[in-house]
């Protein structure tokens, strides 16, 4: 298997991402839904921003004057939260989100059937994870790009600010204001967990 990643990886150096598209969208695919999927908390809002992506790559790469790409999957992150970020902010698309109200997605959570070793815990799993989407829904799209990416993707606060075009300090700032809103919001349960 090492022999063959070989020639294929300097055939797309020398090649470029445009040669072997479908092969590289494939192998990104999952990763970057995973974050449209993080940033928009909307299953389908974030496959259509994961196509718009990989669209925008494409075409990006097909331009005559396009550069030679260092990293491949930073700049896809970076194309992805921008996409994610510019819907975001429009709030047109919300006019089709299709959510439950909180009473709803309650009572659909306490009818799940669950397999966990106690139904109480994933109850509270349940309520837990509704209470941290509606708190990550109240920050701003900025807020909440650089936590996920801290978060849930686990970049330094470096490639954070390479991928939203922040310097470290505003990465830093955003962080400290996201954090201090959530800690606000979630105040309840984790002092109820300390008892």
């Keep these: 298997m090492g022999l063959m990643a070989e020639p294929l990886l300097a055939e797309q150096a020398e090649t470029g991402l445009l ?9 990104e695919q999952r990763r970057v839904f995973a974050l449209c999927q993080r940033l928009l908390q909307d299953r389908d809002e974030a496959d259509s921003a994961t196509q718009d992506v990989f669209l925008k790559a ?18 896809l992150t970076r194309i992805a939260v921008n996409t994610c970020l510019d819907r975001l902010r429009s709030r047109k698309w919300q006019f089709w989100r299709r959510r439950p109200s909180q009473e709803d997605e309650t009572t659909i959570l306490t009818m799940a059937a669950s397999k966990a070793p106690g139904a109480e815990a994933h109850c509270l799993a349940g309520e837990i994870g509704a209470r941290l989407t509606q708190a ?43 954090v201090t809103k959530l800690r606000v919001e979630l105040r309840d349960l984790y002092e109820g967990a300390k008892k």
């Design 136 to 178: 990550l829904d109240r920050l701003s799209p900025r807020q909440r790009a650089v936590f996920t990416l801290r978060h849930y993707d686990d970049m330094s606060l470096e490639e954070i600010g390479q991928i939203l075009g922040l310097d470290v300090g505003t990465v830093k700032a955003h962080m400290f204001r996201a």
């Design 19 to 27: 040669d072997d598209f479908g092969g590289w969208m494939t192998s």
């Design 58 to 75: 494409y075409l990006a790469l097909k331009r005559e004057d396009a550069r030679n790409i260092d990293d491949p999957a930073r700049w």
